[in-house]
């Protein structure tokens, strides 16, 4: 058996496969990142670790850090949550659900280039429907809910919607405006993704037996929330793990809402990698600062995996 | 204390009516078995008195208290599941100290690091542990309290679901199939040890089985039901020596009891076969049914009028016993008989035999398949 070289033929159009799609352009980019490299010249000099020190120092990519950061960690907590809660809820009716999955769904199966542009219509800040849906609402039940006059300490005087409603109905600019346009792009990543965790966590919660929530009850676990802690939140610990590493690795991704929405724009608030590295080394043909942010790119999502994969696949699996 | 009652229990799902009008008085302190085929709706009964299911009609009370309203975690009983139903995320310790954190512990006690703030927690913990070792040692399963049920053998996990019912001291406890998914052996095996915690415990026991060995061994009531219907609620003696209906005696006892077709004449006098039975039937000129059990055929040299003749069809042999399928004579029956061994063992597939009846032993049931009595006289 260990003669045999069977073996290899079977496994060598994979490898091969793997080692020219993958592995090669990936040592490829490694390799031109620490050169000036730009696709089209003839040479090219070794220029060490410049881009990357331009890439941690220059406004521009610390900004596209921390776009990138602030996407990811609001987008993933918030699209896992929901897509539990929603799964829960459409998980303990007794009909409706499929109707609730598919609203819930559809985003995710519809593309996201037309759903982009969808939004840019809908929140276009004087011709957009949640504009003039809120310029209607002044004074109105709209503006005491939205406007958190329901709260204690909001003077209903000086919230922002009343504010908005007083200036000359000066409601944000949501996608041209530096403090809201990357919450609003957030808001499309979170409306886009919890519909895939929902059906993840339905396909999990299906798969619970029965028998330990009849077993929780006759322990004494009365209310949702002890059995919920003692067995939904557990059992469900596989499916949350697998859920929260796809989400991130594709908010990572995020592109298409970026591209057509707001091009990174304003002023690089919402410039996140992906579409940073579209734009230097496919736009500008700046290819080896490219190649540099793709590498740590890569990084972040290797680094990802292995904590998914040798830190918390321990603590999950039973 | 630990008394439940069943009064008038319905039980229908949708329009399937699956528990008909059951009355069951379980004693304090009795090992009560409900046993019947699957899909009797035995499973369903003990998830009424459980609180897991609700009944169409009827009252469940438990020690005189009718708890029809009240939900199941407030009846204080603790069930063993089928599956054991173990927290497969917690070790075996903190499996046996769930039903104890959850009930003792107050919802402040229960939160992470600020519930140890709690003064009265640490009194409360220790006695947790206690009852918990104590437990672990009358089930013999202290050495493995730091692992997960993943890691135990079936009969771990079994000991382990009891040791969770145990801990508590439960007003009663309900177990549904909790030997079926063991191995032939170590079921023979927990049936004495169930039987000795039983003893020990001296707390009442409802356990579901389709299994009619286990509820002869360990019960000490037995309630039979098929289809919906409690047909027989008695000692295992007497269901298996006395049964009421056709039915009781096929479900119970195996192999299965011997069932000949036969009537009886104006004056009583039953005959079937070839054979007349010495005692008189108490309903006169009808068609009957005569049960016998296989132990209560012999294989004879004998050949006489209270003997019929047959061929063997295929020797079981189970080594303290052999049983022999026999096609009788006449073509319409085929019966079991048993032999022993050391008297039987030259007979082979394909002879043919005599075989006589214990006497006093039959048992009569009429169309309905209701018992008919022997007259006295």
Same mark, same amino acid.
């Given at each position: 058996?260990?003669?045999?070289?069977?073996?290899?033929?079977? =496994? $060598?159009?994979?490898?091969? !496969?793997?080692?020219?799609?993958? #592995?090669?352009?990936? %040592? +490829? /980019?490694? &390799?031109?990142?620490?050169?000036?490299?730009?696709?089209?010249?003839?040479?090219?000099?070794?220029?060490?670790?410049?881009?990357?020190?331009?890439?941690?120092?220059?406004?521009?990519?610390?900004?596209?850090?921390?776009?990138?950061?602030?996407?990811?960690?609001?987008?993933?907590?918030?699209?896992?949550?929901?897509?539990?809660?929603?799964?829960?809820?459409?998980?303990?009716?007794?009909?409706?659900?499929?109707?609730?999955?598919?609203?819930?769904?559809?985003?995710?199966?519809?593309?996201?280039?037309?759903?982009? =542009? $969808?939004?840019?219509?809908? !929140?276009?800040?004087?011709?957009? #429907?949640?504009?003039? %849906? +809120? /310029?209607? &609402?002044?004074?109105?039940?709209?503006?005491?809910?939205?406007?958190?006059?329901?709260?204690?300490?909001?003077?209903?005087?000086?919230?922002?919607?009343?504010?908005?409603?007083?200036?000359?109905?000066?409601?944000?600019?949501?996608?041209?405006?530096?403090?809201?346009?990357?919450?609003?792009?957030?808001?499309?990543?979170?409306?886009?993704?919890?519909?895939?965790?929902?059906?993840?966590?339905?396909?999990?919660?299906?798969?619970?037996?029965?028998?330990?929530?009849?077993?929780?009850?006759?322990?004494?676990?009365?209310?949702?929330?002890?059995?919920?802690?003692?067995?939904?939140?557990?059992?469900?610990?596989?499916?949350?793990?697998?859920?929260?590493?796809?989400?991130?690795?594709?908010?990572?991704?995020?592109?298409?809402?970026?591209?057509?929405?707001?091009?990174?724009?304003?002023?690089?608030?919402?410039?996140?990698?992906?579409?940073?590295?579209?734009?230097?080394?496919?736009?500008?043909?700046?290819?080896?600062?490219?190649?540099?942010?793709?590498?740590?790119?890569?990084?972040?999502?290797?680094?990802?995996?292995?904590?998914?994969?040798?830190?918390?696949?321990?603590?999950?699996?039973? | 204390?630990?008394?439940?009652?069943?009064?008038?229990?319905?039980?229908?799902?949708?329009?399937?009516?699956?528990?008909?009008?059951?009355?069951?008085?379980?004693?304090?302190?009795?090992?009560?078995?409900?046993?019947?085929?699957?899909?009797?709706?035995?499973?369903?009964?003990?998830?009424?008195?459980?609180?897991?299911?609700?009944?169409?009609?009827?009252?469940?009370?438990?020690?005189?208290?009718?708890?029809?309203?009240?939900?199941?975690?407030?009846?204080?009983?603790?069930?063993?599941?089928?599956?054991?139903?173990?927290?497969?995320?917690?070790?075996?310790?903190?499996?046996?100290?769930?039903?104890?954190?959850?009930?003792?512990?107050?919802?402040?006690?229960?939160?992470?690091?600020?519930?140890?703030?709690?003064?009265?927690?640490?009194?409360?913990?220790?006695?947790?542990?206690?009852?918990?070792?104590?437990?672990?040692?009358?089930?013999?399963?202290?050495?493995?309290?730091?692992?997960?049920?993943?890691?135990?053998?079936?009969?771990?996990?079994?000991?382990?679901?009891?040791?969770?019912?145990?801990?508590?001291?439960?007003?009663?406890?309900?177990?549904?199939?909790?030997?079926?998914?063991?191995?032939?052996?170590?079921?023979?095996?927990?049936?004495?040890?169930?039987?000795?915690?039983?003893?020990?415990?001296?707390?009442?026991?409802?356990?579901?089985?389709?299994?009619?060995?286990?509820?002869?061994?360990?019960?000490?009531?037995?309630?039979?039901?098929?289809?919906?219907?409690?047909?027989?609620?008695?000692?295992?003696?007497?269901?298996?020596?006395?049964?009421?209906?056709?039915?009781?005696?096929?479900?119970?006892?195996?192999?299965?009891?011997?069932?000949?077709?036969?009537?009886?004449?104006?004056?009583?006098?039953?005959?079937?076969?070839?054979?007349?039975?010495?005692?008189?039937?108490?309903?006169?000129?009808?068609?009957?049914?005569?049960?016998?059990?296989?132990?209560?055929?012999?294989?004879?040299?004998?050949?006489?009028?209270?003997?019929?003749?047959?061929?063997?069809?295929?020797?079981?042999?189970?080594?303290?016993?052999?049983?022999?399928?026999?096609?009788?004579?006449?073509?319409?029956?085929?019966?079991?008989?048993?032999?022993?061994?050391?008297?039987?063992?030259?007979?082979?597939?394909?002879?043919?035999?005599?075989?006589?009846?214990?006497?006093?032993?039959?048992?009569?049931?009429?169309?309905?398949?209701?018992?008919?009595?022997?007259?006295?006289?």
């Amino acid at each position: 058996m260990h003669n045999s070289k069977a073996h290899i033929w079977f =496994i $060598a159009p994979a490898i091969i !496969l793997m080692i020219i799609i993958l #592995i090669f352009p990936l %040592f +490829l /980019a490694g &390799g031109i990142s620490f050169t000036d490299y730009n696709l089209g010249n003839k040479t090219f000099e070794w220029v060490g670790l410049e881009n990357y020190d331009k890439m941690f120092n220059r406004k521009t990519y610390v900004k596209m850090i921390w776009a990138t950061a602030t996407y990811v960690i609001v987008v993933v907590p918030i699209s896992v949550v929901l897509g539990l809660c929603a799964a829960m809820l459409i998980n303990s009716l007794r009909f409706g659900a499929d109707i609730y999955k598919t609203i819930f769904f559809l985003p995710v199966m519809a593309t996201l280039l037309a759903m982009a =542009i $969808a939004w840019e219509f809908t !929140l276009h800040p004087t011709l957009g #429907i949640v504009n003039s %849906f +809120l /310029a209607n &609402g002044c004074g109105g039940v709209r503006e005491f809910i939205l406007g958190f006059h329901w709260l204690p300490w909001v003077d209903s005087q000086e919230s922002w919607y009343a504010a908005a409603c007083a200036n000359n109905m000066d409601f944000p600019y949501w996608l041209k405006q530096k403090n809201t346009a990357i919450w609003t792009v957030c808001f499309i990543g979170i409306w886009q993704a919890f519909g895939f965790n929902m059906v993840l966590y339905l396909a999990g919660l299906t798969s619970i037996p029965r028998e330990l929530y009849q077993a929780a009850e006759m322990d004494g676990a009365k209310s949702t929330w002890e059995q919920f802690k003692l067995v939904t939140w557990p059992m469900l610990g596989p499916t949350t793990l697998f859920v929260v590493t796809i989400t991130t690795i594709r908010t990572f991704q995020v592109f298409d809402t970026i591209e057509i929405l707001t091009k990174g724009g304003p002023s690089k608030t919402t410039y996140v990698m992906m579409y940073a590295i579209f734009e230097k080394a496919i736009q500008q043909n700046l290819t080896s600062i490219g190649a540099a942010i793709t590498v740590v790119f890569i990084g972040f999502i290797l680094v990802l995996t292995f904590f998914q994969r040798y830190v918390i696949e321990k603590r999950v699996h039973y | 204390m630990g008394t439940i009652s069943l009064k008038n229990i319905s039980k229908s799902f949708g329009s399937t009516q699956v528990l008909n009008n059951l009355n069951v008085d379980i004693n304090d302190g009795e090992f009560l078995t409900l046993v019947g085929p699957s899909g009797c709706g035995k499973s369903t009964l003990l998830r009424i008195i459980a609180g897991l299911e609700q009944q169409t009609s009827g009252d469940v009370l438990i020690d005189n208290k009718n708890v029809n309203r009240v939900r199941a975690s407030e009846r204080d009983l603790a069930m063993v599941f089928q599956s054991y139903a173990l927290y497969p995320h917690l070790t075996v310790r903190r499996n046996l100290e769930t039903p104890l954190r959850l009930r003792d512990y107050n919802a402040f006690e229960r939160l992470p690091l600020i519930g140890n703030f709690s003064p009265s927690k640490k009194e409360k913990t220790e006695s947790i542990n206690q009852l918990v070792n104590k437990t672990s040692e009358t089930l013999k399963i202290s050495e493995l309290l730091d692992r997960k049920p993943g890691q135990l053998s079936g009969g771990q996990r079994q000991r382990v679901a009891l040791g969770r019912a145990m801990v508590r001291e439960p007003v009663a406890f309900l177990m549904d199939e909790p030997l079926s998914n063991l191995d032939a052996a170590l079921r023979v095996h927990m049936r004495s040890e169930l039987s000795e915690l039983h003893n020990s415990l001296k707390t009442t026991f409802v356990y579901v089985t389709h299994d009619q060995a286990e509820a002869l061994t360990m019960s000490s009531r037995m309630a039979v039901m098929i289809d919906g219907n409690l047909l027989q609620l008695d000692t295992p003696e007497e269901v298996y020596d006395n049964p009421s209906s056709l039915s009781v005696a096929q479900f119970v006892g195996s192999p299965k009891i011997n069932i000949f077709k036969g009537t009886s004449d104006s004056g009583g006098t039953v005959g079937f076969l070839n054979v007349n039975l010495k005692r008189k039937s108490s309903e006169s000129n009808t068609d009957l049914h005569i049960g016998i059990r296989p132990e209560h055929l012999e294989i004879t040299n004998e050949s006489n009028e209270n003997t019929f003749s047959g061929t063997v069809a295929y020797r079981e042999n189970l080594g303290s016993d052999i049983f022999f399928h026999v096609n009788i004579e006449d073509g319409s029956n085929k019966i079991i008989v048993r032999g022993l061994p050391q008297f039987t063992h030259q007979i082979s597939n394909g002879s043919s035999v005599n075989i006589k009846r214990v006497s006093d032993k039959a048992l009569l049931f009429n169309q309905a398949g209701m018992r008919v009595q022997f007259t006295n006289a």
